[in-house]
T-cell receptor, first 113, second 111 residues
């Protein structure tokens, strides 16, 4: 089944404790992206990757890091989480950077205390 | 500065009637508009899209209308069904794969 998977689905952590949210897609998509969803703000892009070893900042990159060492994986790293990073996170992918339709993972709900 | 706005946080409609979800945008450089649907505990799923060179696109019960002069688009669902109850996000493409999303509208279809 073609899909985007994220782990973990739910996470409670404390300020400053490094964490990684994994994202994997099995559709051989070139383009991958991370979004956060907050009430009243919709989905905002954090980082994106056009292909392996090619990443760039989105609209709200502060406090986040990403890497793209393999085509299928695009982990999101919070080196020192803070309470304002409490949010619902979505990973998405699409065939290429020219295709407007993106496929989303199920989401990761993060609470930073 | 929100470039894509969905001014109605929620909408309630009777089963079988029409649902109309609205979206306004400010950037005339957007070249594609999309609607995504999201159920609780799931990721958004693509519903329907329209190119900026068209004014209407239809897919079964779903029709999207684009009014470029008013910088307005709408999603019509006819007839509405209880399974359509979800959050609907309007999104606009700026370039490449850069999507700008609205805040979402919660649709409740009552049976």
């Amino acid at each position: 089944e073609a899909q985007v998977t994220q782990n973990p689905r739910y996470l409670i952590t404390v300020t400053g404790k490094k964490l990684t949210v994994t994202c994997s897609q099995n559709m051989n998509h070139e383009y991958m992206s991370w979004y956060r969803q907050d009430p009243g703000l919709g989905l905002r892009q954090i980082y994106y990757s056009m292909n392996v070893e090619v990443t760039d900042k989105g609209d709200v990159p502060e406090g986040y890091k990403v890497s793209r060492k393999e085509k299928r994986n695009f982990p999101l790293i919070l080196e020192s989480p803070s309470p304002n990073q409490t949010s619902l996170y979505f990973c998405a992918s699409s065939l290429s950077s020219k295709q407007e339709t993106q496929y989303f993972g199920p989401g990761t709900r993060l609470l930073v205390l | 500065d929100q470039q894509v706005k969905q001014n109605s946080p929620s909408l309630s409609v009777q089963e079988g009637r029409i649902s109309i979800l609205n979206c306004d945008y400010t950037n005339s450089m957007f070249d594609y508009f999309l609607w995504y649907k999201k159920y609780p505990a799931e990721g958004p799923t693509f519903l329907i899209s329209i190119s900026s060179i068209k004014d209407k696109n239809e897919d079964g019960r779903f029709t999207v209308f684009l009014n470029k002069s008013a910088k307005h688009l709408s999603l019509h669902i006819v007839p509405s069904q209880p399974g359509d109850s979800a959050v609907y996000f309007c999104a606009a493409r700026l370039y490449g794969n850069k999507l700008v999303f609205g805040a979402g509208t919660i649709l409740r279809v009552k049976s």
